[in-house]
Structures are given as C-alpha cells and as structure tokens.
C-alpha cells in the first residue's frame, strides 16, 4: 500500500532519571541480608528515587519540555500527546491535561491522546495509539509525543530493593530513525492478580512474586508465538538468530537474563532440527513449555547455553536498569535507550531489535524496531547526553532513603502542602512541585 507514510517510529528520545540514589550494596547491609543478594540475585547495582518534590506529573513536565528543547521543535508542531503510566495521583484528571500547561505559548491546544493506564504496559499502549493515529484518516501531519514515566516504590520487605523512577519521553513520526515494523506485533492479554494496587491511599503495590514470575514468562512464551506467526512462512526458520538485540520490561536485571534464555529455550522447541543445531541437548526434546517456569535445571541449562547470546544481544539494554531501577512504564524504553548508546551511530543502521513489554494484571506485547540512518547521529548524540547524568547524582545512604519514602508516604494526599525536600538537590530543568492548595490543585515550577 502506497499510502502510508514512510518509516514511521521513533524519531527522537530524551529521559529523565531522579538526581538521587541508593547503593544497593549499601541496601544489603542496612536490611541484614545476605551479601550479593540484591546485587547478585536480583543483578541490581544502584537505584533512583525521588523525593515528595517529585510526582508523575513533574517527571513528564521535565520529559517533555526536555524533549521539545534539545530537538529544537515547536509545541505547535505537535499533535498528539499521549501518556502511559500507573502512577495515579487523581482518579478523574489525567497527566496528558497537566502536560498541556507546556502548550500554552505556543497557543496550541488542539492535541489529540490521553493516560493510557495497565502497570507496566501503559507507556507501550500509548506507543500504539500514537502510531495508529499517525496511520490513520484523523492524522493531520504532525508529530506526536508519548511520554511513559513511573515512581516505582515498595514497603519495607524483599520487593523494595527492585524500585525505581524515570521518565522517557519519545518523539513519534515519519522518516524516523527507529522505524516500527508495519505488521510484526504479537500480543497477549489475561486477567491475573500478580501485581495490584487496590490501596488507593498508598503508592506500594500488593506483588505475588512467584505468580508474577509466572505470568511474565507465560506471556512472554505467547507473545514470541504470536510474533513469529506474523512473520512470513508462519515464522519458520525465524529465531534470535533474527535479532540484534532483545529489549524487555525489566522489573529487574536477573530477570531479563531469564526471559532471554526462556526465548533460546522457545527456539530449541520449535526447531525442526534439534540435534544438529543444539547438540547435546536432546534430554530436553519432548519438554512442555508451560511446566517449565519454574524448573531450575532447564533455566541453568539454557541459561549457560543462551550466555553469549545474552551477553552480546541483551545485556547492553540493562545499564539504566542496573543504575536506576524498574521505571515500570518507561523501563522498556529505557532498555531501548541502553542498547542504543552502546554501539558507535554508525554501527547501529540495519539493526534489527526485539522488543517485549508486560504490564502486570496482564497486558503485553512484543514489536520489532529497524533502525535506519534518518538522523541518527542526533538522536544518539542527544541520549548520551543523559547517560552522563549518572554520575552527576547525589548518592543518599539507606537511612536517608527510607526517611524519604516516609515523608513521600506521610504527605500522600495531603491538601494543603508544600514539599519539605532540598530544591538544590534537583538537576537543573527540572520540574517540580512546589505546593498542593486546600482544593488539591497541584503547581509546578521549573530549577533553572
């Protein structure tokens, strides 16, 4: 069909990362656990937070003005705005309406798109959304925006090690340097109680972690499947093989090296010729996928098998993760980010990603990316730029951590109330709020 407009994807990215963190080094010995667990076990090395002058509106405030700065664009040039996140903080007004505070300037308010909310998975269906619009009748030819951001906290317990925060904010349009695959999208949906939020007075989540586990890898399984369906030929002789590299929802590292060997374990099922193209694992020919997820001697086994894959195809896509920690919405996309800063530009044209988003209770979908030389030296140069804010952050011990999660806990949904935490803490350009009135209205200011 000649009536598409050509290489629509992702033109540009910028994210945010909170200014202070945590060692998870530091997390083992204030919880007594046993040395290496958090960052051995869970393959985390650092992890970002923020303080009760940051929500998810203030995240996306500093995304997307950061956004539209470093790519010397107009807010008039954009006419979609879409936001995926499960960081709630009013029942009726959504981020995208705060958002439109940005616009006003530029005088345009006619921007399509809205929150798109299902844990994880929100900033993916926003993609979607901003990609359909782009290829239908309502498009008017401009661009859009989707901005995917979280503040992943957890009580005191094993899941608060695996927190996090962050923003990405991506610039969607034709002739994009990270083109989406027209036609290459599996995705898979079911109901399940892995991972709530059912207390709407507090930001942690109720977690079921081994039938959260489950259900990421299930889904996963049935996401590649419908993926290679898709694929000519019904997906046969389509493997990892296909990939450059592979992106997932990191929830956290350790978990990623898995899901990569649970897709080296998928093409070992589904290949016609087992002993030839992985000898010596013929003990496991008859294996059932779905009584796997939990069977230690077939994870080792391909995990060992899958390493080198792993190391060369996967395990770039996790620096943010390492550092900062799960974003939720924005942790694929920084996965993506990771990948793409790891090699020179002129490396990456031709490349061909994986990428797999799960959001808990439960949505997800795996896509592909092609990446093509349509300003691509811009977009790297403008992503490294974030990259070296890692080492521009405060460094906080455990104690001052857990005193920051109390007074974001205490203040929750107190009206008025004006934030106790240090401004100079901030990076500069930073939105951030500066009081809530009586009538819950929140405002925002910006560190110069």
Not at 184 to 192: D, P
Not at 286 to 314: G, Q, W
Not at 328 to 351: D, F, I
Not at 436 to 448: A, L
Request: hydrophobic letters at 35%.
């Amino acid at each position: 069909m000649d009536h598409w407009p050509k290489d629509v994807g992702i033109r540009a990215i910028h994210f945010v990362i909170p200014s202070l963190y945590v060692d998870q080094t530091d997390l083992e010995q204030y919880d007594q656990v046993s040395e290496g667990k958090y960052t051995v076990g869970l393959g985390q090395k650092q992890m970002g937070f923020c303080t009760d002058l940051e929500d998810v509106n203030s995240l996306c405030l500093t995304a997307v003005s950061q956004l539209i700065e470093n790519n010397g664009i107009s807010y008039s040039d954009i006419g979609r705005l879409e936001v995926g996140t499960e960081t709630i903080i009013d029942k009726s007004k959504s981020v995208k309406t705060v958002l439109m505070k940005l616009f006003e300037p530029s005088g345009n308010f006619q921007v399509e798109g809205i929150d798109t909310t299902n844990a994880c998975y929100g900033g993916t269906a926003a993609l979607f959304n901003a990609l359909s619009w782009m290829e239908s009748s309502a498009w008017d030819g401009r661009l859009a925006v989707v901005v995917a951001a979280d503040i992943a906290i957890y009580a005191k317990g094993n899941a608060r090690p695996t927190g996090g925060a962050g923003a990405v904010a991506m610039l969607i349009g034709p002739n994009a340097s990270l083109v989406i695959e027209r036609g290459l999208r599996g995705t898979y949906m079911n109901h399940a109680y892995d991972f709530f939020k059912p207390d709407l007075t507090s930001e942690y989540p109720v977690v079921d972690g081994k039938l959260s586990i489950e259900c990421y890898l299930n889904a996963l399984d049935q996401c590649y499947k419908s993926y290679l369906s898709k694929c000519g030929g019904g997906g046969a002789n389509v493997d990892l093989n296909r990939f450059d590299s592979f992106v997932f929802h990191t929830p956290y590292c350790k978990l990623v090296q898995k899901s990569l060997a649970r897709l080296y374990l998928n093409d070992f099922v589904n290949s016609d010729t087992k002993d030839e193209d992985y000898p010596g694992l013929g003990q496991y020919k008859n294996v059932h996928l779905p009584a796997t997820f939990f069977d230690r001697d077939i994870e080792k086994t391909f995990m060992e098998r899958s390493k080198t894959v792993y190391e060369n195809k996967t395990k770039p896509s996790l620096l943010l993760a390492s550092r900062v920690g799960n974003m939720y919405t924005a942790s694929v996309y920084s996965g993506l980010v990771s990948y793409l800063v790891s090699l020179p530009p002129e490396h990456l044209p031709g490349k061909k990603i994986g990428v797999f988003s799960y959001g808990s209770g439960l949505a997800s979908s795996m896509y592909s990316i092609r990446v093509v030389d349509n300003g691509l030296p811009s977009l790297i140069a403008n992503m490294k730029k974030g990259i070296d804010r890692l080492e521009e952050r405060i460094r906080l011990t455990p104690e001052q951590f857990t005193e920051v999660l109390e007074v974001r806990q205490k203040s929750l949904h107190q009206a008025p109330y004006l934030p106790v935490s240090n401004k100079d803490q901030l990076f500069p350009g930073t939105w951030y709020l500066s009081s809530i009135d009586e009538m819950h209205r929140r405002y925002y200011e910006r560190k110069e």
